[in-house]
Each structure stands twice: as C-alpha cells, then as structure tokens.
C-alpha cells in the first residue's frame, strides 16, 4: 500500500492489495486478497470489494444513492471476485429496497459506466464504454451492453443476451437474444455468443424455434407460450424463456 493514499484504520484490507497514491479508503469498506486500486478511486462506506479485483483512477465505488427517497440507510455495494472496473465508473451502493447493488464474479465494467442503486448484475456481464444503469436493473449472467446505450429502472434483462451499442433499453430483453434498431427490438438470438460458450447446435435450434413463436408467428405473447407449450418439447432453456416473459412486469421489447 502507498502512503500517500488514504485509508481509514477501520477499514479491512486483505492480504496482497496495492493501493496506489492519492485514493481514499472510507471505514466499512472489505477489500479481499490480490486487489488492487489505481490512483485517485474513491471507496466510500458500505463496499464489499471481492479477490484480484481491478479498479482504475477516477472510479468511485458505493457513494450514497442518487434517489430522492434515500434516508440515509445502511447499504452496500458489492463487487465480485475478478472484476474489472475501469476509468471514472461510479457504483452506488443500495437503498432500502433491496439494500445493496451488485456486480457479480468476472464481469468487465468499461470506463464511464454508471451503476445505479440496487442494481444486481450477474457473473460474467460486460458494460461497454459510458452505459448506464439506473436503479434496480437486474443483469443476469453474461449479458452485454454495448457502449453508450441507457438502461431504463426495474429492466430486467435475461442471460446471454447482446445488446447494441447506443440503444435506450426500456423493455425486458428475454434471454438468449440480440437486441438493436429504436425502439429496441429482436435482433436474433444470440447465436454466436451462445456457440462460445458451448451450447450444442441442437440447443441453439431449440432457443431459436422458441422465440419464433414469440417473435415471428404475429402471436400475441399469452399465444406464443401456449403454443410454445403445445409444440416444443419441455427443457431447461424453453422453460426459462417461458417464465422469462411470463413473468416480465415492463413487458419484453418489441419484434
């Protein structure tokens, strides 16, 4: 550690951490084993930062939410193990509705993202460049925002999904798909990132005859899954897409 940096003796700081000059560590703030923080970061209290993380000058980690109705509750921010945060990104930590903002295990969250209150975004998740998050989105594993895109409160969007980059997310995106165009719309699935990550040719047509009921078929959602349920044989991916929409409270993006 720098002398030059500031750290607040009751803070916990784990074994092998570089913090560099000029950042400043509040109390109750965790940072575990193997992290290190660049110059001039900011770690206000409530962080919860996990093993061999990255953090690069300017970002500023668990500052009080940017909600009106924040009073002053004991919240946190949480950052999991490997994760990568770059320059001047800001974490808010959370606010008495779901009481701390998560970014889970290995995801890259690129220069400029904002993470707003209450936020819980996945393991393996990318934030490209100056995307912004506000409050209580929800991220599931391995989605991917591209740059300069704005993401409305209370979206929920699904696992291994793409989304263009400068694209205004103000619906649900189902997992497994590409989003693009404005208003946002289904793109495909996400066949590619899909095939990197293993799914079988078989899986990947399964996924794709699915959301053509969806999409494709000129079915209203309620038809689309009845008939998804008639015709495709049950398995954990259709089901998950079936309880996707089923359950979406801002309803999905448009096809």
């Given amino acids: 550690m720098q002398t030059l940096s500031v750290i607040h003796p009751e803070a916990k700081i784990g074994t092998n951490v570089t913090i560099e000059p000029f ?25 919860r930062i ?34 990568t945060i770059r320059e001047c990104v800001t974490v808010n930590r959370g606010t008495a509705d779901k009481l701390k903002t998560v970014i889970g295990q290995n995801c890259l969250i690129m220069a400029y993202v904002h993470v707003a209150h209450d936020c819980q975004i996945g ?25 300069s895109s ?12 793409m989304i263009s980059g400068g694209s205004l997310v103000r619906k649900d995106v189902p997992p497994f798909t590409k989003a693009g165009r404005e208003p946002l719309s289904y793109a495909g699935i996400n066949s590619i990132g899909l095939r990197r990550r293993e799914f079988s040719d078989e899986q990947v047509a399964e996924i794709q005859e699915t959301y ?34 089923r359950d979406s409270e801002r309803g999905i993006m448009k096809g």
């Fill in 23 to 47: 950042s400043v560590i509040h109390a109750d703030v965790e940072i575990g084993d193997g992290t290190w923080i660049g110059s001039n970061v900011t770690i206000y209290p409530g962080a």
């Fill in 150 to 161: 704005a993401v409305h409160q209370f979206a929920h969007i699904g696992r291994h999904v």
């Fill in 123 to 147: 393991n393996h998740c990318i934030l490209a460049n100056a995307v912004q998050l506000a409050g209580h989105v929800i991220m599931d594993d391995y989605a991917i925002i591209g740059g």
């Fill in 50 to 83: 996990g093993k061999n993380v990255r953090i690069f000058p300017g970002a500023v980690i668990s500052a009080i939410p940017q909600d009106l109705k924040f009073g002053g509750e004991t919240t946190t921010a949480e950052i999991g193990d490997n994760t």
């Fill in 212 to 245: 053509r009921y969806i999409y494709q078929k000129g079915l209203n959602n309620q038809e689309a899954l009845t008939q998804i349920e008639e015709h495709i044989p049950a398995s954990a991916y259709r089901d998950e897409i079936i309880n996707f929409v």
